[in-house]
C-alpha cells in the first residue's frame, strides 16, 4: 500500500490503515515509518488533529 501521501490522506482512512500495519507487520511506530519511509513526528501530528495518539503499550493510536 503506498502511504506516500498520508499527509493529505482522508483522517480515518489513515488512522484506520496506519493501525492495521501496527497491528499486522510491524512491531512499533519506528519500524512502520522506517518501513514506509514517514516522518514519525509528521504521522503523530497529523493523527494528534484529532486526539489520536500513540500508546507504544499496546503499540497502536487510540484516543488520549
Known amino acids: ?4 501521501n498520508y ?3 482522508d483522517i480515518n482512512i ?3 490503515i496506519i493501525n492495521m ?3 499486522d507487520e510491524e512491531g512499533d511506530l519506528s519500524a512502520l515509518c522506517q518501513r514506509y519511509q514517514l516522518d514519525a ?3 503523530a501530528q497529523r493523527l494528534a488533529e484529532k486526539g489520536w495518539n500513540y500508546h507504544q503499550d499496546v503499540n497502536q493510536f487510540k484516543v488520549g
Open 1 to 4: 500500500m503506498d502511504l506516500s
Open 14 to 16: 489513515l488512522f484506520s
Open 21 to 23: 500495519k501496527l497491528r
Open 41 to 43: 513526528e509528521l504521522l
Open 7 to 9: 499527509l493529505k490522506m
